[in-house]
């Protein structure tokens, strides 16, 4: 039976190590223990001091940990561990000779300083946090594994309360891959520049907080869109912003999500409509005709459950619609019954799962899905919480040789935790030849900016792509995190402020938007 060892600084067990010493336990049947050695330098103070004290992962857990039998201080530093089945170290192992280790970091630094590393993120506006394992087994040659965790902006405890769920995460996925594995799928983080912040850099996570109170208390966290006909083909954002139709909701309203759909000479945008007083969306659709005259919103498809995100698209002559219909845990497809107003659901394409943004692509493999959040689920304890950070940094893949049944995931979901270019943004497109997936950066605060991704392969193996360019808000225009695009049409939303009162907003400011290319093409 296989042993195990967790190795961390003396006398510091917060909740989240015992949740790692519980995984391992669990996993492995044999003996276990938690060594506490003494590190060079002492355990740095919490800079937020009183914000620490509602920090839920970092309080309690070293009484659990004694009473559970194998919490114990090395007082000479740790023992050589030849015969561990596995050790998984949160201090510094550079030094420890061991079989099969497993070395954890966060920013660089041992993972036991995971709340410093969630801290210095923050104050830097970073939104996220690296976290790092390094399995060594043997002489042979180290792997290594990168996660990019969201954060929250304005919250150092929901911050660390994510930082150490998904260091549990890494721990339990990288202890379930074979040993002969020669290493982990997209084990190096894309190359995604930081954009524009919804607060700026430097400020302190007590300044954020008290911000976003004071916006809270007074304003809407309100979404609208836009929409642009006949966009010249080569280009992947217009050069002359004025032509576009703005959507904005009633100051109690959130209108988010569009995806575009031609048919009968009319343009039609389906989105998510919400409400800001009882939050539950359901699928609303306008029609746009050639001369930019549009109809009323008119509710196609409302159900017991929230649903947004809804991807719309032919085949076979047939109109589909996969709608998010997450917190009831499963992905639905719907076919037309009348084109744009009636829908019926024809297929469960995924059962017991907890997904965001689920969005379909078909090439000559079959049917493609890519989707955020923790994936598989208990069927008896499905969580609607838009607070599990998987929702915004965690990507999975399944495949299908047909579009209504059969669907499997790839070998190595997630493929990916970064929630700098995880969660999906919008429909595939082609432009110039090759496919764009468009992705949200979700680092700091969800839908902080659209990722344009070029995919170079996709196949039950991963998924490789390369950054083309990005879309984020400029002004008032906190964010974006849709980007539609079909043929020559598109539809983007955007983030921004309302005042509750529609006294105070004596006139309603166009969005801005930021477009930078990073790719040599032209366009």
């Known amino acids: 039976m296989d042993s195990w060892r967790l190795v961390t600084r003396t006398g510091d067990y917060p909740r989240w190590v015992l949740a790692i010493a519980n995984l391992l336990r669990d996993t492995f049947a044999g003996y276990g223990e938690i ?57 510094d192992a550079r030094h420890l000779r061991q079989d099969n280790l497993i070395e954890l970091r966060a920013d660089g630094a041992p993972a036991c300083d995971l709340a410093v590393a969630v801290e ?114 080569h280009q992947l954002w217009p ?39 009882s ?43 996969l709608p998010e219909s997450g917190g009831r845990g499963n992905v639905v497809l719907y076919q037309a019954k009348n084109f744009p107003y009636e829908w019926e659901p024809v297929a469960e394409l995924l059962t017991q799962v907890r997904l965001a943004d689920a969005t379909l692509h078909r090439n000559d493999a079959g049917w493609w899905l890519t989707a955020s959040g923790p994936g598989q689920i208990n069927a008896e304890s499905v969580d609607d ?9 965690t990507l999975h893949l399944y495949h299908s040789s047909a579009l209504n049944k059969n669907w499997r995931p790839v070998t190595m979901n997630p493929l990916r935790v970064d929630a700098a270019s995880s969660r999906p943004a919008g429909p595939w497109f082609q432009w110039q030849g090759q496919w764009i997936r468009p992705v949200q950066d979700c680092r700091g605060r969800y839908g902080r900016a659209v990722h344009l991704l070029a995919v170079e392969s996709i196949s039950m193996q991963g998924l490789k792509e390369r950054l083309v360019a990005t879309l984020s808000g400029g002004g008032e225009t906190n964010c974006v995190h849709t980007y539609s695009r079909v043929g020559r049409d598109l539809a983007v939303d955007w983030n921004a402020w309302r005042f509750k009162s529609d006294l105070l907003n004596s006139r309603k400011n166009p969005p801005l938007f930021e477009f930078e290319r990073y790719d040599s093409l032209q366009g």
């Open 239 to 277: 050069s002359d912003e004025k032509h576009g139709i703005d959507f904005v909701p009633p100051i109690d309203k959130i209108w988010a999500d569009p995806f575009v759909a031609r048919e009968d000479q009319l343009l039609w945008v389906f989105f998510e409509e919400d409400s800001v007083v």
């Open 385 to 393: 919480s838009p607070y599990d950070m998987r929702l915004y940094d």
């Open 35 to 91: 060594i506490g050695v003494p590190v060079r330098d002492p355990a740095p103070f919490f800079p937020l001091g009183v914000a620490g004290l509602f920090d839920t992962a970092r309080n309690a857990g070293a009484g659990s940990l004694r009473r559970a039998g194998f919490a114990v201080d090395g007082k000479g530093g740790v023992r050589d561990a030849k015969g561990i089945g596995v050790c998984v170290a949160l201090a």
């Open 279 to 321: 939050p539950k969306g359901r699928i609303v659709c306008v029609s746009i005709d050639e001369t930019g005259r549009c109809s009323e919103p008119e509710v196609v498809l409302e159900e017991s459950c929230h649903l947004s995100y809804p991807q719309i698209f032919k085949c076979d002559d047939a109109w589909y619609m």
């Open 120 to 233: 210095r993120a923050l104050r830097r506006g970073l939104g996220s946090v690296e976290l790092e394992a390094i399995c060594r087994r043997g002489n042979g040659s180290p792997r290594k594994l990168v996660w990019r965790c969201a954060l929250k902006d304005h919250s150092i405890a929901r911050s660390m309360d994510a930082a150490a769920a998904r260091l549990l995460d890494l721990v339990g996925y990288v202890i379930r891959q074979p040993d002969q594995a020669s290493d982990f799928p997209q084990s190096t983080l894309l190359s995604v520049p930081e954009v524009s912040a919804a607060f700026a850099a430097g400020a302190s996570t007590l300044s954020r907080a008290f911000r976003h109170m004071v916006h809270r208390v007074t304003a809407n966290d309100q979404w609208s869109f836009r929409v642009y006909q006949n966009l010249d083909p």
